[in-house]
């Protein structure tokens, strides 16, 4: 890409012999991620007119994602961007080349002084896909006619110091985790995924527990994987529940999209999986790693094609304890006096207008689908008075929330 007008090949190529400064350096900073870097011009007292430089790497080990210029170039003169810049991405690498004033034949200006820079001014910032351990260094290969890596002081190329960097494959698993968070309702746990800085394309996990201990009532894939996919569900979803002798419990595998495509990071987390137990003694709810299953599941997630497991300081379990009883209500019963009939169906009505919240939201759900709307005093009416369904459970009877894992609650 070239930003300019004019030839700014030229001053570059009729420059005085190159000289050795000893101030001068330019230097490849690595980000954290060892993936990016950071290409940055150090000078301590002397004034640059401009630069060139190619950065090469092995296309074998690595690929340039992609390669912008550094914004302060757009501010470097007196608050106007520099005369003229070009780069250029090639398989092998990557170069620069800058002109600070201006290089317009119709508005020629001398040339221009700017710097010097002890803490470093920032030239360009490459990303790469690294597929093995690899060096970046300077070089003066590419192009055609080749770029040379040299800054300009004074009208003469100087050859700086250069400061080369190595790539390193990225370790994905330090970053990741899943969870087992338990809810304030009796024996409920749910599994959540970690990934803050990676796209994710798949995952497959084990939770178990001791069999004299707890028992799974019932499971159910989190809301989370209906919509994970843009807006769509994920295109494959296992969940099995593995019976054992000592130790048992429920496996999940999931791939987002059979295109390979990636979705995320997810620094927030996302929820995966829904588990109620019965609880008949203080238990440990935990990952289990190739325990589960024929073959055996493993906790892994995918990342660009690879499966990185997370370290076992970061497979967060839960502790369960009897007796913990979830809140009990009627459903249908949204005004709370332990019967259902149309006075219900006006709360609800004025719920659902905004004008006003019902004690139990649980109660107000009718049909059970997670939320509190019109179609809930509809859903209500129906049935009273048009012989249409009953209320979801617990219906007719007082009973505990059979799906506590969506958004709504209910006072005690």
Known sequence: MIRAVGCAALPLALLAQSQVPTDVTLRMTPKLTRMSLTVQLVTTTTLVQGWSFGICHAPENAAIMDAEPADELDFLVGGQPVGFLAYHITEQGVTQGVVAGSVDPERPMPPID???YPTGLPLMHVR??????????FCDTLGSPPVSSIVVSDGTSLKPAKESALLLMPDYAQDLSFTIT???SDGIVTVRMFSPTAAVEGWSFAVCHWEDKASIAEFAPAADLDVLRGGD?????NIALVPGDLRAGVTQAAIIDFGAKAYGPYPQGIDLLHIRYRVAAETAIAFCDKVLGNPP????IVIRGDSYAPPPSQLAGAT???GALAAHFIRGDANRDNKVNIADAVALCWTAVGRGPIPCEDAGD???????????PIYLLMYLFAAGRPPASPFPQAGADLTPWDDLGCAR
Not at 297 to 300: D, Y
């Open 366 to 376: 009718v049909n059970d689908n997670g939320r509190i709307d019109i179609a809930d």
């Open 182 to 184: 338990p809810s304030l």
């Open 233 to 237: 569900p994920v295109d494959f979803l």
């Open 320 to 322: 369960l304890v009897p």
């Open 128 to 137: 790469y896909e690294v597929r093995a351990q690899t060096p970046v260094s």
């Open 114 to 116: 700017v710097g010097p």
């Open 297 to 300: 599941i493993a906790n892994v």
